[in-house]
């Protein structure tokens, strides 16, 4: 059983920085990659960035200048750093666990059926 909580949110002006994290409890499999993901009220869930076994990681544009992904080596946590936060940043963040895949990013976008998932954490950008 694998468990997901996210923590670090909270609320910013613009321009500042947070940084996420995510714990892994349980076994995790080494096949797996991890992610996070965001979605605010009347919006789709939406794909930030994802980090593969093997350490590599893969952004959506809207953030790739602004957010790094990290892991520790023991994969327990989860990192989202994030830098010159924006108001269209403000969403419920969470952090996603399942095998690695071609498109890992956009299949979990699109379902949050599979894989295992943390209950989010608030980040609130004010201007």
């Known amino acids: 059983q694998v468990r997901l909580v996210e923590s670090g949110g909270g609320s910013v002006q613009a321009g500042g920085s947070l940084r996420l994290s995510c714990a892994v409890s349980g076994h995790l499999n080494s096949r797996f990659s991890m992610g996070w993901f965001r979605r605010s009220p009347g919006k789709r869930r939406e794909g930030l960035a994802v980090?593969?076994?093997?350490?590599?990681?893969t952004y959506t544009d809207s953030v790739k200048d602004r957010f790094t992904i990290s892991q520790d080596n023991a994969r327990t946590f989860l990192y989202l750093q994030m830098n010159n936060l924006k108001p269209e940043d403000t969403a419920m963040y969470y952090c996603?666990?399942?095998?690695?895949?071609?498109?890992?990013?956009?299949?979990?976008?699109?379902?949050?059926?599979?894989?295992?998932w943390g209950p989010g954490t608030q980040v609130t950008v004010s201007s």
């Open positions: 996603a666990a399942d095998y690695t895949i071609a498109g890992w990013l956009q299949i979990h976008e699109s379902d949050q059926t599979t894989g295992y």
């Open positions: 980090i593969d076994s093997t350490g590599s990681p």
